[in-house]
């Protein structure tokens, strides 16, 4: 996976943190034609690898998602991922991720589509990661379904 340490199984994880409070992980990759994703510029290429590590999954509704987040205590993240259709019911998969980002003057919150399917069971989009130009904390992982009427994402992040 383009130079990124294999893990074991994904384990769940409810926030990723450091004591200082800067989170690692972060979204806005940029997933070929994720286009609010880009508009943010937190995020280039290549995956650094930092001192912590977390991985996380979630299957909902015919959706999967996974994220691996790899951070530092000065704010510094990466994070790949990828969401898989899981049941063909006439919606794609979408793994968003939420996060915090420092924008010179206070924390704001925001979401960013991390991986996204064109639909049909069985069908995965990866995003084999990018690092944060900016300060992050806080990020969850968040799965979806989508289709062009609509998208419907799970109750809770993980």
């Given amino acids: 996976m383009g130079g990124m340490r294999g893990r074991g199984s994904p384990v769940r994880i409810a926030r990723v943190s450091t004591l200082c409070g800067v989170v690692a992980a972060t979204a806005a990759m940029v997933v070929g034609v994720t286009p609010q994703a880009s508009a943010a510029g937190h995020w280039e290429s290549p995956w650094k690898a930092y001192a912590s590590y977390r991985s996380t999954s979630s299957d909902w509704k015919g959706a999967r998602s996974y994220l691996e987040v790899s951070w530092n205590s000065s704010g510094k993240a990466s994070v790949y991922g990828y969401a898989r259709d899981t ?7 979408l793994a968003q991720v939420m996060y915090d980002y420092w924008n010179g003057s206070r ?52």
């Avoid at 925001?110 to 990020?139: I, Q």
């Fill in 87 to 93: 049941k063909g019911d006439g919606y794609g998969a």
């Fill in 107 to 158: 924390w704001v919150h925001t979401t960013r589509t991390l991986a996204k399917t064109s639909g049909g069971k069985g069908t995965e989009s990866w995003n084999y990661g990018k690092h944060a130009t900016v300060k992050v904390r806080n990020v969850w992982l968040r799965t979806c379904m989508w289709n062009s009427a609509e998208t419907i994402c799970e109750g809770s992040a993980h």
